[in-house]
C-alpha cells in the first residue's frame, strides 16, 4: 500500500511468485511419489484408542492377543 501504484505488482514480485508456484509443484510432486509410489503413508491398523506414534511402538504391535 505504500507504493506509488500498488494495483501492479513489479517484476520481483511476479517472478517470487512464479518460483514459489515451482517449488509447490515440486513438493507435490515428491508427496504423491512417498504415497502412491513409496507406499508411505498413515498406519491402516491405527484406531482412536491407538497411542500417540511420540509414546511408543506403532499400533500393530499393541494389538491385544
Given at each position: 500500500?505504500?507504493?506509488?501504484?500498488?494495483?501492479?505488482?513489479?517484476?520481483?514480485?511476479?517472478?517470487?511468485?512464479?518460483?514459489?508456484?515451482?517449488?509447490?509443484?515440486?513438493?507435490?510432486?515428491?508427496?504423491?511419489?512417498?504415497?502412491?509410489?513409496?507406499?508411505?503413508?498413515?498406519?491402516?491398523?491405527?484406531?482412536?484408542?491407538?497411542?500417540?506414534?511420540l509414546s511408543?511402538?506403532?499400533?500393530?504391535?499393541?494389538?491385544?492377543?
Open positions: 500500500m505504500r507504493r506509488g501504484s500498488p494495483d501492479t505488482p513489479t517484476m520481483r514480485a511476479i517472478v517470487i511468485g512464479i518460483v514459489a508456484m515451482f517449488f509447490g509443484l515440486i513438493a507435490s510432486w515428491l508427496g504423491g511419489e512417498l504415497v502412491y509410489r513409496m507406499s508411505v503413508g498413515v498406519d491402516f491398523d491405527a484406531h482412536v484408542d491407538s497411542p500417540s506414534s511408543g511402538p506403532p499400533a500393530k504391535e499393541n494389538k491385544k492377543a
